[in-house]
């Protein structure tokens, strides 16, 4: 029998399938970016990146390069849905 899918695999994959949505829509992406970095998801360098690109969509695709684990792309879920919770309906 196989394994049921975790939390962590739904919330990573509600994350792939709305890439393109949340480039779009999200606009506040530093506060992401600032938790992210408080979490030991993306390093220091990525987030000197996403800070010096001006356009939100531009950060968005800087933030998603480096959502490159289940765990990563998880925790960007949960961290859009506190900051940001409209986003995920």
Same mark, same amino acid.
């Given at each position: 029998?196989?394994s049921?899918?975790s939390?962590?695999?739904?919330d990573? &994959?509600?994350?792939d %399938?709305?890439?393109?949505?949340?480039i779009?829509s999200?606009t !506040?992406?530093?506060?992401? =970016?600032?938790?992210?970095?408080?979490?030991?998801?993306?390093?220091?360098e990525?987030y000197?990146?996403?800070? &010096?690109?001006?356009? %939100?969509q531009?950060?968005?695709?800087?933030?998603?390069k480096? !959502?490159n684990?289940?765990? =990563?792309?998880?925790t960007f879920?949960?961290?859009l849905r506190?900051?940001?919770?409209?986003t995920?309906?």
């Amino acid at each position: 029998p196989s394994s049921p899918v975790s939390d962590e695999q739904k919330d990573a &994959t509600w994350v792939d %399938s709305n890439r393109a949505e949340l480039i779009q829509s999200v606009t !506040l992406v530093m506060p992401i =970016a600032d938790q992210m970095l408080k979490r030991r998801i993306i390093h220091k360098e990525t987030y000197d990146q996403i800070w &010096t690109t001006s356009k %939100s969509q531009d950060q968005m695709r800087e933030l998603f390069k480096a !959502l490159n684990s289940t765990t =990563a792309k998880a925790t960007f879920y949960r961290i859009l849905r506190e900051t940001q919770p409209k986003t995920c309906e």
